[in-house]
């Protein structure tokens, strides 16, 4: 699906999202009444220091001045983090960080956090937004990867072609829409042949909580079958 698109389908009241050179921002009117606050990344921009900062800062200027309690829409088509030499030096990873952590903030304080991912994305970009968002919806055609596996294999040292041969089978190696869902990472999956104000709708009347069950969700997928019994476990040993 196309970005004009997915906003005229989220909000035929209207909207005023922005484009400025791949970040996006502004808000759209909710059929049920009052507005979501719309930031995200298009046309497959990487996002580097003055990028996560722009939206970082948007983001909590209208958290500081806005009266309305609308959920926080993150709608994004990203390449990575942008690997220059001048974003590394300025601290790449700590901006990416605030800018997770802002959305964090505003998902605990009243504003629950929804990503919808229509592209591709990937990495530091894929972490500091949709990631970072209580309930993750997958558009068809999106194209989610944590890592690809020619960045994976050099990281890890190990041939590529077992990387592959992994991610055949294996969910956490592997990239896409698919299997990111059966990780838990992405909770829904939306029809495009629905009109989306009627998928956002039905979210927003039976949003789950703010616990993070990303771990339980990949259990039950058979996605992850190891996350929630090692994290539970290291609870348990925590607090004993």
């Known amino acids: 699906m196309k970005l004009d698109h997915i906003l005229a389908s989220l909000f035929p009241?209207?909207?005023d999202v922005q484009n400025d050179r791949g970040m996006l921002s502004g808000s759209g009117a909710l059929r049920s009444g009052g507005r979501a606050l719309v930031i995200g990344?298009?046309?497959?921009?990487?996002?580097?220091?003055?990028?996560?900062?722009?939206?970082?800062?948007?983001?909590?200027?209208?958290?500081?001045?806005?009266?309305?309690?609308?959920p926080i829409l993150v709608i994004v088509d990203s390449d990575?983090?942008?690997?220059?030499?001048?974003?590394?030096l300025l601290g790449l990873n700590e901006f990416l960080a605030h800018l997770a952590k802002s959305l964090i903030y505003a998902d605990l304080h009243g504003r629950p956090t929804i990503g919808i991912l229509y592209g591709h994305t990937a990495?530091?970009?894929?972490?500091?937004?949709?990631?970072?968002?209580?309930?993750l919806v997958g558009l068809p055609g999106a194209d989610p990867v944590v890592m690809d596996l020619p960045s994976m294999a050099r990281v890890t040292k190990l041939p590529?072609?077992?990387?592959?041969?992994?991610?055949?089978?294996?969910?956490?190696?592997?990239?896409?829409?698919?299997?990111?869902?059966?990780?838990?990472?992405?909770h829904f999956t939306w029809d495009e042949t629905v009109p989306l104000v009627d998928q956002l709708d039905a979210l927003l009347g039976n949003i789950?909580?703010?616990?993070?069950?990303?771990?339980?969700?990949?259990?039950?997928?058979g996605g992850r079958a190891k996350a929630a019994v090692i994290a539970e476990r290291v609870r348990e040993l925590a607090i004993s």
């Open 13 to 15: 009241g209207g909207h």
């Open 41 to 70: 990344v298009a046309d497959r921009t990487a996002v580097g220091v003055d990028d996560a900062i722009r939206l970082s800062r948007f983001l909590l200027a209208a958290l500081a001045g806005d009266r309305e309690r609308g």
């Open 80 to 88: 990575s983090q942008r690997m220059s030499k001048r974003d590394e």
């Open 123 to 135: 990495a530091g970009a894929f972490l500091a937004t949709a990631l970072a968002t209580r309930v």
């Open 160 to 186: 590529l072609a077992v990387l592959q041969e992994k991610a055949r089978s294996t969910s956490v190696f592997a990239p896409g829409l698919q299997n990111l869902a059966a990780t838990g990472a992405v």
């Open 208 to 221: 789950p909580d703010e616990s993070d069950r990303r771990d339980a969700l990949g259990q039950e997928r």
